[in-house]
C-alpha cells in the first residue's frame, strides 16, 4: 500500500489557490484513473482509492487546515501500516519558479507550514516529495496573501500543463523510483 498526499487547505474558499496546487495534483490522479474522492471516519481527510501501476495507493487530502496536515498523514499511515518511504507528499513551493517540478527523497519542511506539522508528527525526513513551484513571490507581496490567492490569469494557461508534469513525477516515482524520477524532473519546467 502507497499513500499519495496532496497538501492544501479545506474550504470553497481555498479551491483555486497557490497554497492548494497538492489538491490538484492528487485530484489529477484520481481523475486519470476514474476514482471518486470520499470523507473518512477514521483520520481528518477524504480519500481515493487507485491503483498506480502494480502499486494499490491511497489518494488524500487531509480536511484539517494546511498547519495540521500531519494529523491526517499519521492517522492514514496507521489505519494501513504504511511506512514512511511509502508516502509521497505533493505541496507547493513558493522558492521554485511557477512551472516547476522538484523531487526530493527526503528532506527538511523549510517555511512549509504543512511539511513542518508532517515532519513533527510522523518524525522522520525520510519520504519522498514532489514540490511544484509557485514563486516567485512579489517582493512586495505578504506570504499569506501571497500563497491563499488565486493563480494570476497568465498563469492560468499554464496550470493545467503544471498539475499534469506534477501528476507524472507521482507516477513516474512508482514506476521507475525516486532517484530516476529527479534526474528525470528535476532538470526542466513547464515554459
Not at 18 to 31: P, S, T, Y
Not at 55 to 77: C, D, Q, Y
Request: net charge positive; charged share 30%; hydrophobic share 40%.
Amino acid at each position: 500500500m502507497k499513500l499519495v498526499v496532496g497538501l492544501g487547505n479545506p474550504g470553497k474558499e481555498y479551491e483555486r489557490t497557490r497554497h492548494n496546487i497538492g489538491f490538484l495534483v492528487v485530484e489529477e490522479l484520481a481523475k486519470r484513473r476514474g476514482a471518486v474522492f470520499k470523507k473518512m471516519f477514521w483520520f481528518p481527510a477524504r480519500q481515493a482509492k487507485v491503483r498506480v501501476g502494480e502499486h494499490e495507493a491511497r489518494l488524500i487530502e487531509p480536511t484539517t487546515f494546511m498547519n495540521r496536515s500531519g494529523k491526517a498523514v499519521w492517522g492514514a499511515m496507521r489505519k494501513w501500516r504504511v511506512a514512511p518511504e511509502d508516502v509521497v507528499v505533493i505541496y507547493d513551493d513558493v522558492d521554485i519558479e511557477f512551472g516547476g517540478v522538484r523531487v526530493r527523497s527526503k528532506g527538511s519542511g523549510g517555511s512549509h507550514n504543512g511539511m513542518k506539522s508532517l515532519l513533527e508528527w510522523l518524525q522522520t525526513k525520510g519520504f519522498p516529495r514532489v514540490r511544484v513551484g509557485i514563486g516567485p513571490k512579489p517582493a512586495d507581496a505578504d506570504m499569506i496573501e501571497f500563497v491563499l490567492g488565486e493563480f494570476a490569469v497568465e498563469e492560468h494557461f499554464k496550470l493545467e500543463k503544471v498539475v499534469e508534469r506534477a501528476a507524472d513525477a507521482v507516477e513516474s516515482i512508482f514506476s521507475v523510483g525516486t532517484e530516476r524520477t529527479m534526474n528525470e524532473f528535476n532538470q526542466s519546467r513547464i515554459g
